[in-house]
């Protein structure tokens, strides 16, 4: 969702982090697939609780241009297209949703950082997915786990 407000964003973004030139290719998206949960996830973020995010690889496979990528820079915006902030992936995992560990749930930030209640609320989502993808989703289905570190702001 590109923006007059994502591009004064990430004009800013390369103003202060001269390494990344204002031509280099980036993604744009947010958090989940509700208002709430784009500005819960997002402020997990910025708060620094939020290090790493999951997708399924089905999913990514449909739209691969919102795939994640290796070493990709995105900017995360609300629900609206709004910027929240730069971040850039530094891992990129495909695992099934059964392997997914205790430790990459946690980093996702969410609920009490348990794994269970990562299991619980990712199978309820990814759930949605697949139906809507019109495929199955299981605990053997491939799930891209990526973590990402915040680069703006600071």
């Given at each position: 969702?590109?923006?007059?407000?994502?591009?004064?964003?990430w004009?800013?973004?390369?103003?202060?982090?001269?390494?990344?030139?204002?031509?280099?290719?980036?993604?744009?998206?947010?958090?989940?697939?509700?208002?709430?949960?784009?500005?819960?996830?997002?402020?997990?973020?910025?708060?620094?609780?939020?290090?790493?995010?999951?997708?399924?690889?089905?999913?990514?496979?449909?739209?691969?241009?919102?795939?994640?990528?290796?070493?990709?820079?995105?900017?995360?915006?609300?629900?609206?297209?709004?910027?929240?902030?730069?971040?850039?992936?530094?891992?990129?995992?495909?695992?099934?949703?059964?392997?997914?560990?205790?430790?990459?749930?946690?980093?996702?930030?969410?609920g009490?950082?348990?794994?269970?209640?990562?299991?619980?609320v990712?199978?309820?989502?990814?759930?949605?997915?697949?139906?809507?993808?019109?495929?199955?989703?299981?605990?053997?289905?491939?799930?891209?786990?990526?973590?990402?570190?915040?680069?703006?702001?600071?």
């Amino acid at each position: 969702m590109r923006s007059d407000a994502v591009d004064r964003f990430w004009e800013e973004f390369c103003a202060v982090n001269p390494a990344v030139a204002l031509g280099t290719p980036y993604q744009i998206w947010f958090f989940g697939n509700t208002r709430e949960m784009a500005s819960e996830l997002a402020r997990l973020v910025l708060a620094g609780t939020k290090t790493a995010t999951a997708s399924l690889l089905a999913v990514n496979e449909l739209n691969p241009e919102d795939a994640p990528r290796p070493d990709g820079i995105s900017v995360v915006t609300d629900f609206d297209g709004d910027p929240v902030c730069v971040i850039q992936t530094t891992e990129i995992r495909h695992l099934p949703f059964d392997e997914v560990d205790a430790e990459f749930a946690a980093d996702e930030g969410e609920g009490d950082l348990s794994l269970d209640h990562w299991r619980q609320v990712h199978s309820d989502y990814f759930g949605r997915e697949a139906r809507a993808g019109g495929f199955e989703f299981d605990g053997s289905s491939i799930v891209c786990c990526e973590r990402f570190r915040l680069l703006y702001p600071r």
